[in-house]
């Protein structure tokens, strides 16, 4: 009896030929074709009748798109954080999830220290400043920011990501200490309690992932510990600050600068009060963005949906407890 070539279902129609082509030559690729991320009901469309689907962070799976699309047995996101997928629901449905840990870890650690660098050092504000024709004099007031170099970090989540961030520290001399669950000192950094780690750092950037406990770790109360000299940097989601309290924190002083790769709605709309402000700087959701590392992280997602149709488990499960069946064809 023949079996049945399995269905793909790809959400990001620029995924790379190679990694499109290994798929095909396991069954059928329905590659997303729009220029903007399918909304649920297209997402429903697409994913209708696959077996296996690679998504990214723009599309939210739950139990409402899950009922839709009755034959699906793996989803492999093409991101680290998973928050937009409801495990639950995927596990309750026998459906194996995978992400992408480990692939993109040096990429967004590498931005991460230029969002560092350029809210301690004004470097957004000063490239407005030139464009915009204010600059006139090379005078010694002008754009003055702070240092780097000496002072303290705060890696709040000390996960791989965090800990290649810290890593990077020691080339600006800088005292380094996380925050995570788990207390627990690395030859790089010193764990501290969250309130002391907050009122001690010069720079405080955020590595957490996004679940209902880190939901608005960062608030006014934590902001306001913060020294008003120091900077936060967030590329990991934007959920876990809470933006109204960090605008009011930016805009009376209480905070120096931020630096955000990531907001609680993406896109963040161009007329939100946060972006009125000098001193926060705003990039769009880019950590990972390099060309090899958008690749790796793909690449990674295909051969998860692979091995889960060739009834192996997944390379990087989320729910290891739930076994692909092989083929994936129902
Ligand atoms: C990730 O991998 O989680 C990035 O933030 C892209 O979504």
């Not at 207390?183 to 957490?208: Q, R, Y």
């Not at 924190?249 to 007329?271: H, K, M, Q, S, Y």
């Not at 963005?289 to 692979?306: C, F, H």
Request: some cysteine; overall charge negative; hydrophobic content about 40%.
């Amino acid at each position: 009896m023949e079996t049945e070539r399995p269905v793909m279902a790809v959400t990001w129609p620029k995924a790379p030929r190679d990694v499109v082509s290994r798929l095909q030559q396991a069954g059928t690729v329905k590659l997303w074709a729009g220029s903007l991320p399918p909304t649920p009901e297209e997402l429903a469309e697409l994913a209708g009748d696959a077996n296996a689907l690679l998504c990214t962070s723009n599309e939210r799976i739950d139990a409402r798109l899950l009922e839709r699309c009755p034959r699906l047995k793996i989803v492999a996101t093409a991101s680290v954080g998973y928050d937009h997928l409801d495990l639950k629901a995927l596990t309750e449905r026998g459906i194996a999830a995978s992400n992408v840990p480990g692939v993109l870890t040096e990429t967004v650690a590498d931005t991460t220290w230029g969002l560092i660098i350029a809210a301690v050092r004004r470097l957004g504000e000063g490239d407005r400043y030139v464009r915009g024709g204010e600059w006139k004099v090379v005078g010694l007031d002008v754009m003055v920011g702070l240092d780097i170099h000496g002072g303290t970090l705060g890696i709040i989540g000390y996960g791989r990501i965090g800990q290649a961030v810290a890593r990077r520290a020691a080339g600006f001399d800088m005292t380094v200490y996380h925050h995570d669950r788990e207390p627990g000192d690395d030859e790089h950094s010193t764990w501290k309690p969250l309130d002391e780690l907050l009122s001690i750092s010069d720079v405080v950037t955020l590595h957490a992932p996004l679940t209902p406990q880190t939901h608005h770790l960062i608030s006014a109360r934590e902001l306001a510990l913060m020294k008003p000299t120091a900077v936060l940097v967030n590329t990991a989601r934007g959920a876990l600050v809470d933006q109204v309290a960090l605008a009011e924190a930016l805009r009376t002083g209480e905070l120096f600068a931020a630096a955000l790769d990531v907001f609680e709605e993406e896109p963040i709309p161009a007329d939100d009060p946060i972006l009125q402000l000098p001193n926060c700087m705003a990039t769009p959701h880019i950590g990972s963005a390099s060309s090899r590392t958008r690749g790796k992280t793909v690449s990674l997602a295909a051969d998860n949906i692979l091995a889960g149709l060739a009834g192996q488990p997944l390379l990087t499960p989320l729910n290891p407890e739930v076994q692909p069946a092989s083929s994936g064809a129902t």
